[in-house]
């Protein structure tokens, strides 16, 4: 278990924060803003728990702690991994793929692009979505100047279609969903 004795550390006050390794990195390291991307998506499936059935919640709350082992994975170099350290694994990808298709098969089929909304629940497990796609370009992009973890990028990935998904289902198993109508306001 964590444990947090000390919140205001200012040790990040001039710019820089610590890797899990004890490394100091500028804020704006591409580390950074993939873990910040991975805290912010965290808090937005947060605000969609609030409004979730029982069996999302469930799943949700699930996510909420593989996104904290995910975090894990960002701040933690792979030249310092050890067996122990958190790692996104297949496991965790077969999981999100599983859910996919559980709550894709109760969908009503796709007849035109989804625009987000409908209900409260719905825009907020949209929301989470768009954010879960720019965590992923985030942790492709620490690919590009990092070794790490590849599963992260696919779990993000697969997480984006579970929050589609789920989305869809939030509204009346798709039957409430607000389809785009191309050139509507022409």
């Known amino acids: 278990m964590v444990r947090l004795t000390s919140i205001t550390t200012k040790g990040g006050d001039k710019g820089q ?15 950074i803003v993939a873990q910040g ?15 979730a059935t029982d069996e999302v919640r ?28 958190l790692r996104i694994t297949d496991a ?11 709550v894709n098969a109760r969908l009503e089929p796709l007849s035109s ?17 768009t954010i ?13 100047h990092a070794d790490i973890n590849v599963l992260m990028g696919t779990y993000l990935n697969r997480l984006s279609d579970l929050l589609f998904v789920l989305g869809r289902d939030a509204n009346d198993g798709g039957k409430s969903d607000v389809l785009w109508v191309p050139g509507a306001t022409k």
Not at 41 to 49: K, S, Y
Not at 59 to 85: A, C, H, W, Y
Not at 113 to 129: D, E, I, K, M, N
């Open 17 to 31: 924060t610590s890797l899990a390794d004890g490394s100091r990195v500028a804020k704006f390291d591409p580390r």
């Open 132 to 144: 879960a796609r720019r965590a992923e370009r985030d942790v492709w992009a620490l690919a590009e």
């Open 113 to 129: 692009f989804v625009l987000p909304g409908g209900s409260a629940s719905s825009a907020y497990l949209h929301l989470a979505r």
């Open 58 to 85: 469930t799943m949700l709350t699930r996510i909420q702690n593989d996104l904290f082992d995910l975090g894990s994975d960002i701040t933690i170099p792979e030249t310092v991994k050890t067996e122990t350290s």
């Open 37 to 51: 991307s991975v805290d912010e998506l965290n808090a937005a499936i947060g605000v969609a728990v609030l409004h």
């Open 92 to 102: 965790h990808v077969t999981a999100l793929e599983a859910d996919v298709e559980t």
